[in-house]
C-alpha cells in the first residue's frame, strides 16, 4: 500500500513562496498522475493542480500564475511552489496519487499539512 | 468551471437509518462523478466513483446513482463510522472540483 507524506514549513509569510514536498513510499512513483489538494479550515477541496511522472502538467486556471510543480523520480518525490501568498492561502494541503485507470480521480491521500500565511 | 451543489448542507439521522445525499452539476457531467468521506482530521476517502463504482473496500451498504446534472449518495443503514462530510467531485472536466460537502451528524 503506498503511503504519502506532505513535508514544509508550517509558516510563510505574505507575498513569499509557499514550497512543499511529498515523499512517496511503499511504491515507485512512476506512471501516473500526482495531486496537490488544499482545503481551508472548514471549507471545501479546491484542485491545485497535478503532475505526472515525465513531467507535464495541469494547473488549476484560477491559481495558473502562481503554481509549479515538479516531480523527481530518483527521491520518489513531487513538489508544489505556490508563490505571492496571502492569507488565503492558509489551508491544509493535501498531496495525492491519481488513478492509474481514471482521468482526474485520486485514490489515495497524504495526511495534510496546514500551511499558514501570516507575518 | 463545472460548480457543483450538495444539499442538504447537514442531515441529522440516526444509527441505522437511511441516508440520501445529493449532488447536482451546473452541466452536465455524463457519469463521472466520485463521493469521498472525510472525518475530521483526516484526508478524504473515495467511496464511490463514475456515479456508481464502489472503490476498492468500501462497503455494500453504499451505493450511488444518476447522471448527467443529477446524482444521489445513499447509505442505506448508517453505522457509527459513517457520520463524517461527503464530497462530490466531478472528473468529466478538468479542473477537477468538488462540492461545498454534506455533513451527516448524529441525531
Do not use: M
Given at each position: 500500500q503506498v503511503q504519502l507524506q506532505e513535508s514544509g514549513p508550517g509558516l510563510v509569510k505574505p507575498s513569499e513562496t509557499l514550497s512543499l514536498t511529498c515523499t512517496v513510499s511503499g511504491?515507485?512513483?512512476?506512471s501516473y498522475y500526482w495531486s496537490w489538494i488544499r482545503q481551508p479550515a472548514g471549507k471545501g477541496l479546491e484542485w491545485i493542480g497535478r503532475i505526472y511522472t515525465s513531467g507535464s502538467t495541469n494547473y488549476n486556471p484560477s491559481l495558473k500564475s502562481r503554481v509549479t510543480m515538479s516531480v523527481d523520480t530518483s527521491k520518489n518525490q513531487f513538489s508544489l511552489k505556490l508563490s505571492?501568498?496571502?492569507?488565503?492561502?492558509t489551508a491544509v494541503y493535501y498531496c495525492a496519487r491519481d488513478s492509474r485507470y481514471y482521468d482526474?480521480?485520486?485514490e489515495q491521500w497524504g495526511q495534510g499539512t496546514l500551511v499558514t500565511v501570516s507575518s | 468551471e463545472i460548480v457543483l451543489t450538495q444539499s442538504p448542507a447537514t442531515l441529522s439521522l440516526s444509527p441505522g437509518e437511511r441516508a440520501t445525499l445529493s449532488c447536482r452539476a451546473?452541466?452536465?457531467?455524463?457519469?463521472y462523478l466520485a463521493w469521498y468521506q472525510q472525518k475530521p482530521g483526516q484526508a478524504p476517502r473515495l467511496l464511490i466513483?463514475?456515479?456508481?463504482n464502489r472503490a476498492t473496500?468500501?462497503?455494500?451498504r453504499f451505493s450511488g446513482s444518476g447522471s448527467g446534472t443529477d446524482f444521489t449518495l445513499t447509505i442505506s443503514s448508517l453505522e457509527p463510522e459513517d457520520f463524517a462530510v461527503y464530497y462530490c467531485q466531478q472528473r468529466?472536466?478538468?479542473?477537477?472540483t468538488f462540492g461545498p460537502g454534506t455533513k451527516v451528524d448524529i441525531k
Open positions: 511504491g515507485s512513483i512512476s505571492s501568498v496571502t492569507a488565503a492561502d482526474i480521480l485520486t | 451546473s452541466q452536465s457531467v455524463s457519469s466513483y463514475d456515479a456508481s473496500g468500501i462497503p455494500a468529466s472536466n478538468w479542473p477537477g
